[in-house]
């Protein structure tokens, strides 16, 4: 497994994360099974938000409950979470923040959160508010550390000018076969669809500011079109140099779909939503796997895309 620090902070994490949406469709001993797996494959970042289900926040109760969360327990862990989605609406009012964030800590029996993230971003938010929540839960030792999820740069610099507390963390749709964040800087200047700059060079701008990207939904294609990984009906080309690639390396095709991720110097952490032990342990063995440029970009192109 490889660690890196994520800057401006002492955490040390894994490059893979185990990601908890999905956590309350198994039985509570399956549940534990795979949070431990997770721990036996020496993962060290856990991965919540409180809206997380099917009922609000049951995965983060779940989550405590299968692992029999306790001190010790705890203190092998960085837990993050997510706020500020409401049913119908977003919210990153300072009152909704410190009572959510009061909530998670409740439902994961933790005293705090390593990393809190604003989920998704509200366009009604008042930073002010934002930062005077920001500087409530750090001084009372409820949060160590905050980021965001799913947002530009421009929304992140305006949180960034009211608070003291420095944005670690962006939380971002990223696959082999979800890439905006890289392709209209590879066709820069060029007249096709793949120039067109979607996401503000979230990317570019995250490596300038020390910003950890996290890429969720790793194995998904567009905004939650199924999985990439054996459709040989759209991504034929993609799916035989992943299989070729699984055999040089001695691993399984869902470890190279993380390994194309983890391979990129921005140490690109990688969420994974699974409930199955073994894909799993097939995501960790991609911690990291050396892809060269050629297998990289290779990757790349065999997913539909251009290199000028």
């Known amino acids: 497994m490889k660690y890196f620090k994520i800057a401006n ?38 991965d919540h938000a409180d809206i997380y289900g099917p009922s609000y926040g049951e995965c983060e109760t779940y989550f405590a409950e299968a692992i029999q969360m306790n001190a010790t327990i705890r203190e092998q862990m ?10 119908g609406f977003f919210d990153f009012s300072k009152e909704h923040i410190l009572a959510a ?21 509200d366009t009604l938010v008042e930073p002010e508010e934002v930062a005077e929540a920001f500087e409530q839960l750090h001084a009372s030792g409820k949060v160590r550390y905050f980021g965001v999820s799913n947002q530009s740069p421009a929304q ?13 963390v962006n939380q971002l749709q990223f696959s082999i076969a979800h890439t905006p964040m890289i392709d209209s800087g590879i066709a820069l200047n060029m007249n096709i669809d793949q120039s067109v700059n979607r996401d503000s060079s979230i990317l570019d701008y995250s490596r300038l500011k020390e910003m950890t990207i996290q890429a969720w939904s790793p194995f998904q294609k567009g905004f939650f079109n199924g999985p990439f990984l054996g459709d040989l009906e759209q991504y034929p080309e993609l799916n035989s140099l992943i299989d070729k690639l699984a055999e040089k390396y001695s691993v399984s095709n869902t470890a190279i779909a993380v390994a194309w991720i983890t391979r990129h110097p921005a140490n690109i952490q990688v969420v994974t939503g699974t409930t199955n032990v073994q894909r799993l342990k097939d995501s960790c063995q991609g911690s990291d796997i050396p892809l060269t440029r050629e297998e990289w970009y290779g990757i790349y192109k065999a997913a539909g895309n251009i290199l000028p």
Do not use: W
Not at 22 to 46: C, D, G, H, V, Y
Not at 78 to 87: E, T
Not at 101 to 121: A, E, F, M, V
Not at 156 to 168: A, R
């Open 101 to 121: 964030t009061d909530g998670i800590l409740k439902r994961l029996n933790s005293d705090y959160l390593d990393i809190l993230l604003l989920h998704r971003p």
């Open 156 to 168: 992140i610099e305006l949180l960034q000018k009211y608070t003291p507390h420095k944005l670690i």
């Open 9 to 46: 902070t002492d955490l040390n994490v894994s490059n893979i994360i185990m990601g908890n949406m999905r956590l309350k469709q198994l039985s509570l001993p399956e549940a534990e099974k795979l949070i431990r797996t997770a721990m036996e494959e020496k993962i060290n970042f856990f």
């Open 78 to 87: 960085i837990l993050q979470s997510k706020c500020g989605i409401r049913p």
